[in-house]
Nanobody, 124 residues
Framework: QVPLVESGGGLVQAGDSLRLSCAASGITFSTYVMGWFRQAPGKEREFVAAISWTGTSTYYADSVKGRFTISRDNSENTVYLQMNSLKPEDTAVYYC?????????????????WGQGTQVTVSS
């Protein structure tokens, strides 16, 4: 059973917004750093954003800084990615991931659990 399930992807136009959600089950959500990654066709999976256990610390890739916001609700075992001012280059499959490390990391191999991904397509 996959402990992380993403939702909220879709087809939008440039400049639009989307909010991705990732619901966790079967893990002690509040003890995991949560991250969002994305993978475009023919490209490697890249880091997008991450948030600490309590939500007090966040970190973003330069490409999304100022446009995307990561947040979490530990009472709902859910992490969110609010994406504003979307660009065609944001088109990718977006994955959420959970890491048991205490610090935020941007490298995928540190993350233990992964969701199945949700497609985001931004048309120009």
């Amino acid at each position: 059973q996959v402990p992380l399930v993403e939702s909220g992807g879709g087809l939008v136009q440039a400049g639009d917004s989307l909010r991705l959600s990732c619901a966790a089950s079967g893990i002690t959500f509040s003890t995991y750093v949560m991250g969002w990654f994305r993978q475009a066709p023919g490209k490697e999976r890249e880091f997008v954003a991450a948030i600490s256990w309590t939500g007090t610390s966040t970190y973003y890739a330069d490409s999304v800084k100022g446009r995307f916001t990561i947040s979490r609700d530990n009472s709902e075992n859910t992490v969110y990615l609010q994406m504003n001012s979307l660009k065609p280059e944001d088109t990718a499959v977006y994955y959420c991931a959970a890491s048991s490390q205490r610090m935020i990391h941007i490298t995928p191999h540190v993350y233990t659990y992964w969701g199945q991904g949700t497609q985001v397509t931004v048309s120009s």
